[in-house]
């Protein structure tokens, strides 16, 4: 049996930070470099709020730095990524397909009623004739069903037909082929997929094995929770893995100082932590993350490794919200020292922080404050605006210091 590796926080916050991309920026912003930051880290979190960008757009901003939406927007187009059900909904590599091929195949085998049983309809027929719709036509979004409504309760009606689509999309039936303006579109998997790529030959035992290495690869150092939770996998079923990975030797034992659960690193990532320990591969960035960011889907590994208490509170009312609506937190090097609460007026082209919130215990020096005024000059240039407001902080010299940079 091998000794476990003591570590410090520091150690797995470092790593954590180095894995996800987050400590240096790639040498230029263009389509190759955004394919390999999507490689290095698995998989990319959609979401449809979009009060500054939408998700996807700053979890990359956050590890490229200045590129073109639109070169992004392009990898699904093009067929390098797919959509699919992963940690949430999320585009991933299309190299990846194979493995959720076998856990599509699997729900497939399973009856599941999904939202159909919300209709007090019959939706066999409505499911039947959206599939041959598209079959025929081609890819078609859910607004261009809706646009063919037949009246009230008929077939074509907005919400058993959008059902119908998602349904069909999650048994692996269609699939996104493209966006526009973030709408989807639907197509039959034989049309989006180039399958002379890849051989369609995983089981669902791989694909758990599959998710549960590559979890471990992507946060770095982790409880078998923590690793399960990259790819949303049941708990249990990942720790028996870990165990088999740790007899054959992927995996290694590691004692975290202050954690009371066991962690686990992979074998090909010992020499990237020891070469962190020694110094090298510093994280020297400062950055705003989305509230989706893969480097704290966990919120309990948040607690744990950066003391850092995070609840999106979007969906909460606005007289009970702490620090505002859309709370992104602020990377500094390898620790979580603040969040902002941003804002675009896009007619404007104005940034507004509604607030920017320091945590107790962040020291202000030189080095944050050009980290700070860096990352909201980036920030700004990103949303194509001209002016930054900041309303309230916490930190009475830090807003002088910007009030007086932005002025």
């Known amino acids: 049996m091998n000794t476990p590796i003591p570590v410090t926080r520091q150690d797995v916050k470092r790593l954590s930070v180095v894995k996800q991309g987050l400590h240096q920026r790639p040498a230029g ?6 394919k390999r930051i999507i490689e290095r880290i698995g998989l990319l979190q959609l979401d449809s709020i979009s009060v500054v960008a939408r998700s996807h757009y700053l979890v990359m901003l956050a590890r490229a730095g200045l590129y073109d ?8 187009d093009c067929g390098f990524l797919f959509e699919t059900w992963a940690h949430a909904m999320c585009q991933l590599p299309t190299a990846h397909y194979p493995w959720y091929h076998a856990y599509i195949g699997e729900k497939q085998l399973k009856e599941s009623q999904w939202q159909l049983d919300r209709f007090d309809i019959n939706m066999a027929p409505i499911i039947e004739n959206v599939l041959e719709t598209i079959r025929q036509r081609g890819p078609m979004s859910s607004k261009e069903f809706e646009s063919e409504r037949r009246g009230e309760g008929g077939w074509w009606n907005w919400k058993p037909t959008k059902v119908a689509l998602e349904y069909l999309f999650d048994r692996g039936e269609l699939m996104v082929s493209h966006r526009v303006k973030f709408q989807r579109y639907y197509d039959l998997p034989e049309r989006v997929l180039d399958h002379s790529r890849f051989r369609l030959d995983k089981s669902i035992e791989d694909f758990r094995r599959w998710t549960i290495e590559r979890g471990l690869r992507h946060i770095g150092i982790g409880t078998s929770n923590q690793v399960a939770d990259y790819y949303r996998q049941y708990k249990r079923g990942a720790a028996v893995i870990l165990a088999d990975m740790l007899k054959d030797g992927s995996a ?33 960035l400062t950055v705003f993350l989305s509230p989706f960011d893969n480097l704290f889907w966990d919120r309990n590994r948040d607690e744990a490794l950066w003391d850092f208490f995070y609840r999106i509170e979007v969906y909460t009312p606005k007289a009970k919200r702490v620090y505002g609506y859309y709370v992104m937190p602020i990377l500094h ?6 969040r902002i609460d941003p804002k675009v007026e896009r007619v404007k082209k104005r940034l507004i922080f509604n607030n920017l919130h320091l945590e107790r215990g962040v020291k202000l020096n030189g080095a944050l404050n050009r980290g700070l005024i860096g990352a909201i000059e980036e920030f700004m240039s990103f949303h194509a605006c001209d002016s930054f407001d900041l309303i309230k902080c916490n930190r009475a010299p830090l807003a002088r210091r910007l009030r007086k940079h932005f002025a």
């Open 29 to 34: 912003g263009d389509k190759a470099a955004l």
């Open 252 to 284: 290694l034992p590691v004692v975290v100082e202050g954690w009371k659960e066991a962690a686990f690193i992979h074998r090909e990532d010992l020499a990237q932590l020891e070469a962190i320990q020694a110094g090298e591969h510093a994280p020297g």
């Open 333 to 338: 090097g390898s620790e979580l020292i603040g």
């Open 69 to 76: 939406p639109a070169e992004l927007d392009a990898l699904l």
